[in-house]
């Protein structure tokens, strides 16, 4: 799953859409930091209104996806025209084994 959710990570939306309201996590948020290179932690941002910059943008994945992938690596891109998306796009490349 992937788009604008409107919700900070931890929110209450999210946490029912990935199992945590529950006893097992069935998704795994991209956007953590164990899985950004580390030159990319101040960019994870996806969205700025008013000088506020907030990740409101998730990829959703699923643990059969992390376990079969060697490598999780999100990105969080520049917006070159804020004219066409108030969000910055984003892209997460899995290395499937």
């Excluded at 604008?4 to 209450?12: E, L, V, Y």
């Excluded at 506020?52 to 992390?66: G, N």
């Amino acid at each position: 799953m992937a788009g604008d959710f409107n919700a900070d990570r931890g929110d209450p939306t999210l946490r029912r859409i990935r199992g945590r309201d529950d006893i097992w996590e069935d998704l795994i948020e991209t956007g953590q930091y164990s899985f950004f290179d580390p030159t990319q932690q101040v960019t994870r941002w996806t969205y700025e209104f008013r000088g506020v910059r907030q990740q409101l943008d998730h990829i959703l994945i699923s643990q059969s996806v992390k376990d079969a992938s060697k490598k999780v690596s999100p990105r969080v891109l520049d917006q070159t025209n804020p004219r066409v998306s108030d969000h910055r796009p984003f892209v997460l490349t899995l290395d499937l084994r």
